[in-house]
């Protein structure tokens, strides 16, 4: 029979600190500790394996298993020199849960199992302290009846508390033996009338239910969602570990406490931790009583302290890693209950990695390895002050977009947040139902964006990204209503309204909103710590690059700042929306003929020459990848809703209101009547019922030739303009939503017939330039060969191959997106991770076609996928040159890419470009 359960105990355990698959963390840390001769109870180990058979069996234990766990139970009696439920001298017990990844608090926990009416003044008699073993007793009902009985702890709050209050007993502490010996009686009355039954009497049937209470714990609905953020599997099981009692709580010299070898929220090196007095471990975390800080146990107990630290010194040396312990003091003598590795913060994590490194006690390819990519985060962005955030309100959760800590005032229109932050009004956060790129101007002075609709791909969060504003799109609990400055917030029947001007604070992170202003801390990007690890980083990353989506010179210059090699992506939309453009956008849009078109483009060649001028000095010497125009001009026009009310209105409109409308849509008061209808007009010519698929990226060029024109025209002009200066600039022209190369073709000629122009005029017939295309329809993957005869570079738009390959909208899919996770049809929301087993291997096999035509092609990835860690190693095994992110992700690139080299998962010779 296969094993299925591990002893340990008096310096043996039959596991080691390497069999977490099997023993998970905790049991794996027991039984090597126990191996080391520490301080350790004896118990044994039920494996992971056992909880996935215990939910293949109808939620029970297999015989053969059970057999196992009492021939176990057998030898601990024998360790232990007691025996369960022994009336004289009984063997209490400790089971808890222990997954192989650290869950904390996700799971179970009961002590003082085998305790029952008379076992209880067995151990009364023993220790000749009554108060003692009652205490014992009471909290043993308390944790069994909620775990393995699932009574609601309240009911044993309600209990407890108001026998503190009818005896006035200011803490737990003061209540005596009577006092628990009645709470005891009202706990087992409460047992009969929850479940039907008694109280348990027989230690093994406790001791059975218990085990089977940590595994179902595995499936709680917080172990649950704890595994899904932490992108735990859900198959893995969790161990039970059963282990002989020791007791915290037998008087003032006991204790128990928590700790870690170093700080881990700063990774300072610092003795970590704290402790209370004649307490079981429960206490220490559920915030009953104020532990003391672990420094205060020298005073207290020297002798245990200074053997407290030598054990957890040695056990950081042995793990290599900052440790996570927690121990108990019975009668002034110490017993380690668990060492795992200790989570931690990002900055901890960096500033860990790179001082074991220093120690010596790792290499420097370990260290880089040792931080998650997305840890990262918390360096580059604002976080909560955790105790501040406690005092506040959580009204909503959304999806998280754009990481980061955001405080403001509510403002519900982006005008409204520029007026208020010109009037010292700020800072703002924009509520919006949804973002358009009408809203640029007051996403970029607000402090955050959050959104009621929308997903991770949204405009909002494409923007805020690339920004590197907090941002929250999907708040589905937010009703905004822009008109009356207000939303309100739905919570089943309760609902509360945000007006202009309430405080509000949201993580980005984690997509939770709470009213109230709450405290940030800014984060420190340019340590040297963080620079040291990124440095490491960047050794072993090798030639695969790493690039940033930047529109503007300003996003440029913070990606330079994040260590970007180029612009991997300029969407010269962007530049349009700005106050001293749009008219003259509108106004090509709304020319009937070429010739006026020309007029409009030949006042926004100059602004776009400015514009690029700025990225190719802010990157001086880095590629920089230009996407022609790409969305479809209605967007550039106002909304044909908005137009249609207002029009209604006209008739009957006072002289405010025309006003409003002139400012609004820039015609002159005497002219609305006239040119209010004509723009409705246009703009029902252009509506389109599918504009994701309609006339837009390189189909607009076709249309229009003259766009194309003028674009290449400011690129290569403001190229010529910079070059002449000194500045080495390398241009890359991208062709955007082609499906095949004809597409393609019609408008690199177009390029390439202004370049040489331009570059001729200019005496710079030698700049170097390229022309490419990004691949976002499937058609030009599957004919990447023929794409790649006109094509000098591929960029894969990630954001509409997802959506052209799935026939997935990716704001829709948010409305039934949780449906999908929940029945595990998709494993990742596949606009955030790429879908590796469908967009992925179309993905490779354009990679492999287009360097069939053209072994040289350079080959990089530009869509929101570029910065997420999981898809960033994906590009990296699949020969791509870089991936292009928003400036604010650009560390999490480089790590992840580090991390795929030293993975060994694409040979360097295999990078073809």
Request: with cysteine; hydrophobic share 40%; proline share 5%.
């Amino acid at each position: 029979m296969k094993k299925y359960v591990y002893s340990f105990g008096g310096g043996t355990a039959d596991g080691d600190g390497k069999m977490k698959d099997i023993l998970g963390g905790k049991g794996a840390g027991l039984a090597e500790m126990c191996r080391a001769n520490l301080p350790v109870p004896p118990g044994f180990t039920i494996s992971t394996e056992v909880c996935n058979l215990y939910f293949e069996a109808g939620n029970r234990v297999p015989d053969e298993i059970e057999k196992q766990m009492n021939t176990a139970l057998a030898k601990l009696e024998k360790q232990a020199g007691k025996k369960l439920g022994d009336a004289k001298d009984p063997l209490l017990l400790s089971v808890r849960s222990g997954a192989k990844f650290s869950m904390p608090g996700m799971m179970n926990t009961i002590l003082n199992l085998g305790l029952n009416d008379i076992t209880v003044e067995a151990l009364s008699a023993k220790s000749n302290n009554p108060r003692f073993a009652y205490d014992c007793y009471r909290r043993f009902i308390q944790m069994f009846g909620e775990v393995a009985q699932n009574i609601d702890m309240e009911h044993f709050d309600h209990i407890f508390d108001s026998r503190k209050a009818k005896v006035k007993a200011k803490l737990d502490t003061d209540l005596n033996a009577e006092d628990l010996k009645a709470i005891i009686a009202d706990y087992k009355k409460l047992v009969k009338k929850d479940t039907g039954k008694e109280f348990p009497q027989d230690a093994l049937t406790q001791l059975c239910m218990s085990r089977d209470a940590v595994f179902r714990s595995w499936n709680n609905p917080k172990a649950i969602y704890y595994r899904k953020m932490e992108r735990i599997p859900d198959n893995i099981g969790t161990a039970a570990n059963i282990q002989a009692m020791v007791f915290g709580n037998s008087g003032e010299n006991s204790g128990t406490g928590v700790g870690f070898t170093r700080d881990p929220a700063t990774g300072e090196k610092v003795f970590y931790g704290e402790y209370l007095i004649n307490a079981q471990g429960e206490d220490v975390v559920a915030g009953i009583r104020t532990p003391e800080p672990i420094s205060q146990l020298e005073t207290d107990m020297p002798a245990v302290y200074a053997k407290l630290r030598e054990i957890t010194s040695n056990l950081e040396k042995h793990y290599r890693d900052m440790q996570d312990f927690e121990f108990t003091v019975e009668e002034g003598e110490l017993y380690m209950l668990q060492t795992r590795n200790g989570k931690r913060t990002g900055p901890a994590a960096v500033r860990l990695a790179v001082e074991f490194a220093n120690e010596g006690l790792i290499s420097k390819k370990e260290a880089v390895l040792r931080v998650d990519p997305q840890q990262l985060d918390q360096l580059l962005h604002p976080v909560f002050d955790r105790k501040s955030l406690a005092t506040l309100k959580k009204i909503a959760t959304g999806i998280s977009a754009s990481p980061g800590a955001a405080v403001g005032r509510a403002v519900f229109s982006a005008d409204h947040a520029v007026t208020a932050v010109s009037k010292g009004n700020g800072p703002v956060i924009l509520i919006r139902k949804e973002t358009t790129p009408d809203d640029i101007h007051g996403m970029d002075v607000a402090r955050g964006i959050l959104t009621a609709v929308g997903g991770k791909s949204s405009h909002a969060a494409v923007v805020a990204r690339g920004m590197g504003r907090p941002c929250i799109v999907g708040a589905s609990q937010l009703s905004v209503d822009e008109r009356k400055n207000q939303c309100i917030v739905s919570d089943g029947d309760t609902k509360l309204a945000i007006n202009e001007g309430d405080w509000i604070s949201f993580d980005g992170g984690t997509g939770e909103v709470w009213l109230g202003s709450a405290k940030t801390n800014e984060p420190d990007p340019k340590s040297p710590v963080f620079a040291t690890f990124m440095s490491w980083a960047d050794e072993f990353r090798g030639g695969f690059g790493v690039r940033a989506n930047a529109d503007i010179p300003r996003d440029a210059k913070a990606a330079r700042m994040f260590g970007a090699e180029g612009i991997g992506l300029c969407r010269t939309e962007h530049m349009f929306f700005a106050e001293d453009r749009i008219p003259h956008m509108q106004a090509m849009i709304l020319a009937r003929d070429e010739k006026t078109r020309r007029k409009a483009l030949l006042k926004l060649l100059p602004m776009q020459r400015s514009d690029f001028a700025g990225l190719f000095k802010a990157m001086d010497g880095y590629p920089v990848v230009i996407r022609t125009l790409d969305p479809p001009l209605h967007e550039f026009l106002p909304k044909r809703e908005n137009l249609m009310v207002d029009l209604a209105k006209l008739p009957h409109a006072d002289i405010k209101t025309k006003k409003e409308m002139s400012e609004r849509y820039r015609i002159p008061v005497p002219a609305l009547k006239k040119e209010l209808p004509e723009l409705l007009h246009r703009v029902e010519e252009l509506h389109e019922f599918n504009p994701m698929l309609g006339h837009r990226g390189c189909r607009l060029g076709v249309t229009y030739p003259e766009i194309t024109e003028m674009q290449a025209r400011a690129i290569f002009e403001a190229a010529v303009q910079v070059a002449k200066k000194g500045v080495k600039v390398i241009p890359e022209v991208m062709i955007p939503l082609i499906g095949g190369v004809k597409e393609l073709k019609h408008q690199k000629d177009i390029v390439v017939r202004v370049a040489e122009e331009v570059l001729a005029k200019a005496g710079l017939k030698d700049l170097k330039y390229y022309v490419g295309t990004m691949i976002e329809i499937p058609r030009a993957a599957l004919t990447a060969e023929l794409v790649a005869t006109e094509a000098e570079f591929f960029s894969f738009g990630t954001n509409d191959l997802t959506q052209t390959t799935m026939g997935l909208s990716r704001d829709d899919y948010t409305k039934f997106q949780k449906d999908y996770e929940n029945a595990k049809i998709f494993a990742d929301d596949p606009f955030a991770v790429i879908d590796q087993e469908g967009v992925g291997r179309l993905i490779q096999h354009a990679v492999k076609l287009g360097r069939s035509t053209r072994p040289d092609l350079e080959v990089g990835i530009c869509g929101e996928h570029g910065g997420e860690p999981n898809s960033v190693q994906f590009c990296y095994r699949s020969g791509m040159n870089y991936v292009s992110c928003s400036p604010y992700r650009v560390p999490i690139a480089r790590l992840a890419a580090a991390q795929a080299a030293i993975s060994g998962d694409k040979s360097e010779s295999q990078r073809t470009a």
